[in-house]
């Protein structure tokens, strides 16, 4: 198991340019050591009654510099290469990203411990004309990350991965009394054929991504990712193209690692309901609407739905004289109407159907296309019933509305 302190990509092979010159305490660029603070930093708490919690650690031994950032649900850890040795301490996350940002990546950075001040320390950055005397709390006080009994070890593709955590983002809700839909259920699902799926609804909307079950994943337990770690491993992915990550997956937790950073999380202790039970099937659709170009269909919705004024911003669409072009019309009581012909590479009605219109919400419609890379499919039933829309290694579906 990870021990949360590992070595950023490449480490061993980076050629930095710190002074080999005698040196008391640590030398870093600084542009290193601000890539490895965002990271630890995304994990600790902004504000606070606990105020370790929004430092970080950070000692220095060996050739890399290591940092630890936690808010008691999540622990992160991530390194860069380092001259020099600097004992345990901690300093503001805050402080040292924002100090940081506005160095030359280049600049090198001497990081020093000082005497005790009554119980705080002192963390001394130095830097090319700058001294920054930084009050730093005992490291013994800064949490451990815990060890938990791992079921289940696998290795995932990032590009796997990103779309896991991606693609039904758009759906974790943010009402706190369903705690336990605050997140994304990350199970095994066996039927029509064993995947490994995520899963988010708001009890609106419900959005699903799939993938090949990876090999060590087969006894993995079913476990609720919090959306804000969600989020933060969201991020991390987007800087990495290839690769892979390392799960690690017990009952009450899940840990991510990479060869640049390792992220710990508290898994949500709650039962997420039976998502199966609300996916109208297929052959209950009466109708289809293909949308081959996603992007430019909400750009379309988004220019008509200028004309409403009510947060939801309700979309009628319509099917008429049994052709294939989609009607869309869009009303508010003070502002007017508008009515918006789409066209037909955008999206239009597949095979013969009677007229219909049903309504939806445009801005459950704007995340949902926003979140599919390629093209979708609207199955219909009628205005009262749930839509499926399907994509490519998902799923979504959406509540009507009255229009």
């Not at 006080?141 to 896991?164: E, G, M, N």
């Not at 693609?167 to 699902?189: K, Q």
């Not at 799960?247 to 999380?265: C, G, K, L, M, N």
């Not at 093209?375 to 009255?402: K, N």
Request: aromatic share 4%; glycine share 6%.
């Amino acid at each position: 198991m990870p021990d949360g302190t590992i070595h950023a990509e490449g480490m061993a092979a980076e050629e930095t340019r710190v002074s080999t010159a005698a040196q008391s305490g640590a030398v870093v660029l600084a542009g290193h050591l601000l890539a490895a603070a965002k990271v630890a930093r995304a994990a600790t708490m902004r504000k606070g009654t606990i105020p370790v919690l929004t430092h970080l650690r950070v000692e220095a031994d060996g050739g890399s510099v290591r940092i630890q950032g936690t808010d008691m649900e999540r622990h992160a850890a991530t390194a860069a290469p380092a001259q020099g040795s600097l004992p345990p301490t901690t300093v503001s996350a805050s402080v040292l990203v924002d100090l940081l940002s506005r160095l030359p990546a280049e600049a090198e950075v001497q990081l020093e411990q000082r005497g005790a001040d009554k119980e705080l320390g002192r963390l001394v950055l130095r830097a090319p004309r700058l001294t920054v005397r930084a009050l730093a709390y005992p490291p013994e006080d800064f949490p451990a990350a815990q060890d938990w009994k791992v079921r289940s070890t696998f290795s995932i593709p990032v590009p796997s991965l990103r779309r896991l955590f991606t693609l039904p983002a758009h759906a974790i809700s943010t009402e706190e009394t369903r705690f336990y839909l605050n997140g994304l259920y990350l199970h095994i699902a066996t039927a029509p054929e064993v995947r490994l799926c995520t899963v988010a609804t708001d009890g609106h909307r419900l959005a699903l991504a799939e993938e090949p079950l990876p090999s060590g994943a087969e006894e993995m337990p079913s476990i609720i990712v919090p959306r804000h770690t969600v989020a933060m491993i969201r991020g991390l992915l987007t800087q990495r193209a290839t690769g892979h990550v390392r799960v690690e997956v017990s009952d009450q937790a899940i840990r991510f690692s990479t060869p640049a950073w390792t992220v710990t999380s508290k898994a949500i202790d709650g039962t997420f309901p039976d998502w199966q039970r609300v996916v109208p099937h297929i052959d209950q659709a009466r109708h289809r609407l293909k949308v081959p170009d996603p992007r430019g269909f909400i750009r379309l919705l988004e220019a008509a739905g200028c004309i409403a004024t009510e947060r939801s911003r309700p979309v009628r669409f319509e099917r008429r004289r049994k052709d294939a072009t989609v009607w869309v019309t869009m009303r508010s009581p003070d502002e007017g109407e508008a009515e918006l012909q789409i066209p037909h590479d955008v999206a239009s009605w597949d095979g013969d159907g009677v007229e219909t219109e049903v309504g939806f919400q445009l801005r459950y419609l704007r995340d949902l296309a926003q979140a599919v890379p390629g093209g979708l499919t609207f199955h219909i039933q009628d205005g009262s019933a749930p839509m499926r829309a399907e994509f490519p290694a998902g799923l979504g579906v959406l509540m009507p509305m009255r229009v």
